[in-house]
Structures are given as C-alpha cells and as structure tokens.
C-alpha cells in the first residue's frame, strides 16, 4: 500500500502524518548549500522521509504546552506552548510553527542520506580485529537520531528527551 501523506494545517487533524509536505521541503531548500540529496529525491521517498522525520521529531521532543486536541494525531499544534522570540507569547494554537516545518524539512533530507535510527557500527564493542587489522570504537561518538541543526530549531518549542534516565526535561511556560 502506497504511502498518503496528510499535512497538519494547524486544525489538529487526527489523521496527520506529517508537519511537512514536499512542496515545504522544495521552498525550504531553495535557500540550502546542500539541497543535492533532497533534488535527487522521486516525491514519494520526499514523501516518506517527512513521514518518518515527523515520527521521529514526536518521538523525541516534548514541546512546551499541550496538544490543541486530545485527538489530533500528532504532537502539534499545541495550545500554551511559549515562544521566547514572541516575548514569551504562546504559539497560536491553530499553526504548526516554521521552525517545526523546517526541522521536519531538515531531518527528511538526513532520513534520505542515512539511517539514524541504526545501530551504530561497533555497538557493544570495545575493539574489533579482522585479520592483523584492529578498528577502535567509542560509545561517545554516535550520531543523535535528530540531526543537531534540526534540534537548534526545535529547541525553543521544547526540549529533546533523554532517552536513558526516562526523564523528561522540565520545560516552563
């Protein structure tokens, strides 16, 4: 079954899917130095990738406030959640913010280049020798599955969950 993408518009529709089509993902990368990936793209893997940026983007960030509508799909738009370039304003509760739309943008062309929900090479392993040769491998040197440009636009929504302690960082309104 082919994938239907369905844009959030800011009503809080419970069947959204993405925060960003490939139209959005064309204008934003109109301004972009390394737009190759996402030009070479057919419109359904553009598609898709905003698809799975979305999931990710949910999944990993807790915005400040709280959904407009208990049954709207995803995670904006958000009712009380302030915006610090708004004088603390909160966000209207009938948009999806440009900086969302953009980190949605941001990660589909980082899902196009690689899998950042991998594993790591070397996960669990210290070293690993094939033949006379030895690769190194350390725990601290992973790639986050949100790319650090896309959480420099989601920071001032929200802030990125830490995925170890369970804990949610406190974000105040």
Excluded at 85 to 107: I, N
Excluded at 118 to 137: F, H, I, R
């Amino acid at each position: 079954m082919a994938l239907t993408l369905i844009k959030e518009d800011g009503t809080g529709r419970s069947d959204a899917n993405a925060y960003a089509d490939a139209a959005d993902g064309d204008v934003y990368y109109d301004g972009h130095l390394y737009a190759s990936d996402w030009g070479l793209a057919s419109v359904g893997k553009k598609e898709t990738a905003l698809v799975m940026a979305t999931r990710l983007i949910d999944s990993q960030f807790q915005f400040g406030g709280r959904k407009a509508d208990s049954d709207q799909a995803l995670q904006w738009p958000r009712e009380d959640c302030r915006d610090p370039d708004a004088a603390g304003e909160a966000v209207s509760s009938a948009v999806v913010p440009k900086a969302v739309r953009d980190a949605t943008c941001e990660m589909a062309r980082e899902l196009l280049i690689a899998d950042r929900t991998a594993a790591p090479a070397g996960e669990g392993l210290k070293y690993q020798n094939t033949g006379p040769n030895q690769t190194g491998y350390d725990k601290s040197d992973t790639r986050p599955i949100i790319s650090h440009v896309a959480q420099a636009m989601l920071a001032k929504y929200g802030a990125l969950v830490r995925g170890k302690s369970g804990a949610v960082a406190l974000v105040r309104t």
